[in-house]
């Protein structure tokens, strides 16, 4: 098997899986020898946020010695972005050879009658039989989608279980109430853990509780309120909290309350006795990074991407944009997934803009077409153009920006990593 055959092995599972349980999940395992038995985890479930987060506590365990797994999606640039290990991606030798190990194992459980697993089930189930093999001392894990039959659910009670903000999102899946959101990303607590949320509305943190209340679970709850900013820019922020100076090189207004809640679950940590030195935690949390959330790709103009892809990450990526950009020319691009509650993120953001132009998320099943998407924003914005693709709107973006403009694509991850490089390619072809 070549890599691309292991990329086109996993890829052809989507016609497979939809059921949310995991019991097909447990059965692969079963089948490998269940290395998730042999790791211990720190997991992140969740709607805005995770991904801050992974990289806040990631960063700082690994700055304090531990060997520390990562296991995110979606990803921006490489698909091998999803495994990772100290920050270094899976080689494509070592997910090619672990793919076929896992193709093996399918099969056996095909010849007794048992279901195909889906791409995200062996993906998870990759992850856990790499981090094994590399002796990772810890791995930070990211819920897919939701948290109680999410495939990464299937692991032993983890060391934490930190929630991330809560707020509506695949209401189709997780339920149409935040307290029925909440319940289902509740459903990775497990007796023996310990628990840190962020910053939630009081109906979710009424849910979280008690959760943690009928299993006898510590709870703890950051207080990003409580934080003082010294010093807030385009190029990080400063803020005391609890006696601590807290330094971040992230932007937006949602990295305070992300670095405050990683803040507490690394404490947390330190109290069950992790080899972790207030000093470690301050510098770990200076050099976390975590592209593609307010992030600058390039200059004259100036060039952000965000991931701001439901209505909560519209308000936060809202009050961002007042925060920094107040009184500048601002150029929107905009791709969605159908899916998505892409009306209320457009009642959140379109009147900012001067100029939007919505695309369509390539290689997605679940994209919304360009077209729908301007048909929605132009009731909120009439300066909207749908584009042919990906390019076109990078080539009519700038040229509405000219020098002195902004422009920020947003909405679905999964083409922001495809725009960077097309914008790293039509800013070395212009003329100067």
Request: hydrophobic share 40%; aromatic share 10%.
């Amino acid at each position: 098997m070549e890599y691309k055959e292991a990329r086109a092995y996993i890829e052809d599972q989507q016609r497979y899986g939809g059921e949310m349980s995991l019991d097909h999940i447990r059965a692969l395992l079963e089948e490998l020898g269940h290395p998730e038995q042999d790791l211990r985890f720190i997991h992140i479930a969740g709607t805005n946020g995770k991904g801050s987060i992974l990289s806040y506590i990631s960063t700082t365990l690994t700055h304090a010695g531990y060997r520390v797994g990562r296991y995110i999606s979606p990803t921006l640039y490489s698909y091998r972005e999803r495994f990772q290990v100290d920050g270094q991606f899976i080689s494509r030798e070592d997910f090619t050879k672990l793919t076929e190990r896992i193709r093996q194992a399918v099969e056996a459980i095909e010849r007794r009658g048992g279901r195909k697993p889906s791409p995200f089930e062996l993906e998870t189930v990759l992850g856990f039989l790499y981090f094994r093999e590399q002796n990772c001392g810890c791995v930070v894990l990211e819920c897919g989608m939701g948290g109680r039959d999410d495939a990464t659910n299937v692991i032993p009670a983890p060391e934490l279980c930190v929630f991330a903000s809560i707020s509506l999102d695949h209401i189709q899946f997780l339920g149409e109430t935040l307290e029925e959101i909440a319940a289902v990303k509740a459903g990775i607590l497990k007796p023996g853990t310990w628990a840190v949320t962020g910053e939630q509305r009081p109906e979710v943190r009424k849910v979280l509780e008690k959760a943690c209340l009928d299993q006898n679970i510590p709870f703890f709850a950051a207080r990003p309120g409580e934080a003082q900013v010294l010093r807030d820019s385009l190029d990080g922020q400063t803020f005391l909290y609890r006696g601590y100076r807290l330094e971040i090189s992230l932007a937006g207004s949602c990295q305070k309350e992300n670095a405050v809640t990683a803040f507490e679950a690394l404490k947390i940590l330190q109290k069950k006795g992790w080899k972790l030195s207030d000093r470690q935690i301050l510098e770990g949390i200076s050099r976390a990074v975590w592209k593609g959330r307010f992030t600058r790709i390039a200059e004259n103009p100036a060039f952000y991407v965000d991931g701001a892809h439901n209505p909560d990450a519209a308000r936060k990526l809202k009050e961002s944009v007042n925060r920094y950009f107040s009184g500048r020319r601002l150029i929107f691009i905009n791709g969605v997934l159908k899916d998505k509650d892409y009306r209320k993120v457009a009642e959140e953001t379109a009147l900012l803009a001067e100029q939007i132009f919505t695309i369509e998320t390539p290689g997605n099943d679940r994209a919304l077409p360009a077209e729908e998407l301007a048909r929605v924003i132009a009731d909120y914005n009439p300066r909207v153009e749908a584009c042919g693709s990906i390019a076109q709107a990078v080539e009519q973006a700038h040229a509405a920006a000219e020098k002195d403009g902004i422009i920020l694509a947003f909405g679905s991850l999964s083409f922001l990593g495809e725009l960077t490089r097309l914008v790293s390619e039509y800013r070395e072809r212009r003329p100067c």
